[in-house]
């Protein structure tokens, strides 16, 4: 059964701080997705990644691939206040397959 | 216009009811899902629908009994209600051949008391 880990479940930093979000998954697959929720909200997309050694930046975020390892890191650089929210990863195991097994999640508080 | 549309946004009700949520997306997408999301806010898929076909069934009880009368619309009925199905269940769509990102729903926080 396909079981995907995030590390740090929680996680509180300073504001101007850097830090890193990893996700481990237990299968092959080489889609990966990162996702926001803000409290009491629904879900929102930030990256699709869908090759090993993918990187995709938004502004403070920037997370990358790598599918031989079947880890995804989020990397937080000098963060603010309104990147506090939960953060899941997700992985699907190929097409055909309609089914997304998202990670534990890691709730991230940026104290200023 | 909102993507993918649920309601109720909050559904409070006593053990043993029967209640539905519905879903509607206006994306075009040709996949649907449902996904439970509990206190500790893991999130579970319940269910995924392509063409109106159920394709994944994850072990949910049979009391949960979700219904796609056509590609945009996914409801969910669930029967009995027991105090473990309290949650926040989301509605969320997407193009089905994979390596395509979810789009949900606002979720509908089930309380059952």
């Given at each position: 059964?396909?079981?995907?880990?995030?590390?740090?479940?929680?996680?509180?930093?300073?504001?101007?701080?850097?830090?890193?979000?990893?996700?481990?998954?237990?299968?092959?697959?080489?889609?990966?997705?990162?996702?926001?929720?803000?409290?009491?909200k629904s879900l929102?997309?930030?990256?699709?990644?869908?090759?090993?050694?993918?990187?995709?930046?938004?502004?403070?975020?920037?997370?990358?691939?790598?599918?031989?390892?079947?880890?995804?890191?989020?990397?937080?650089?000098?963060?603010?206040?309104?990147?506090?929210?939960?953060?899941?990863?997700?992985?699907?195991?190929?097409?055909?397959?309609?089914?997304?097994?998202?990670?534990?999640?890691?709730?991230?508080?940026?104290?200023? | 216009?909102t993507a993918v549309s649920q309601t109720p946004k909050y559904l409070?009700?006593?053990?043993?009811?029967?209640k539905s949520i519905k879903c509607e997306q206006n994306?075009?997408?040709?996949?649907m899902y449902w996904y439970?999301q509990?206190?500790?806010?893991?999130?579970?898929?319940?269910?995924?629908?392509?063409?109106?076909?159920?394709?994944?069934?994850?072990?949910?009880?049979?009391?949960?009994?979700?219904?796609?009368?056509?590609?945009?619309h996914l409801n969910l009925?669930?029967?009995?209600?027991?105090?473990?199905?309290?949650?926040v269940y989301f509605c969320a769509s997407?193009?089905?051949?994979?390596?395509?990102?979810?789009f949900f729903g606002s979720g509908t926080q089930l309380?059952?008391?």
């Amino acid at each position: 059964e396909l079981k995907v880990e995030q590390n740090p479940l929680f996680l509180s930093m300073q504001e101007g701080k850097n830090y890193t979000i990893y996700c481990n998954y237990s299968t092959t697959s080489d889609r990966l997705y990162w996702y926001r929720q803000d409290p009491g909200k629904s879900l929102e997309s930030l990256f699709v990644l869908l090759s090993n050694g993918a990187v995709k930046q938004e502004g403070r975020l920037m997370a990358s691939l790598d599918t031989k390892a079947r880890l995804s890191t989020l990397h937080i650089t000098a963060a603010v206040h309104d990147l506090s929210a939960t953060y899941f990863c997700a992985v699907d195991i190929g097409s055909g397959t309609y089914k997304y097994i998202f990670g534990t999640g890691t709730r991230l508080k940026v104290l200023a | 216009d909102t993507a993918v549309s649920q309601t109720p946004k909050y559904l409070v009700t006593q053990m043993g009811n029967d209640k539905s949520i519905k879903c509607e997306q206006n994306l075009g997408h040709d996949t649907m899902y449902w996904y439970k999301q509990d206190s500790k806010k893991f999130l579970k898929i319940m269910f995924s629908y392509n063409n109106k076909e159920l394709i994944i069934n994850e072990t949910v009880p049979n009391r949960f009994s979700p219904k796609s009368p056509d590609k945009a619309h996914l409801n969910l009925h669930i029967n009995s209600l027991e105090l473990g199905d309290s949650a926040v269940y989301f509605c969320a769509s997407s193009w089905g051949q994979g390596g395509e990102k979810l789009f949900f729903g606002s979720g509908t926080q089930l309380s059952v008391l």
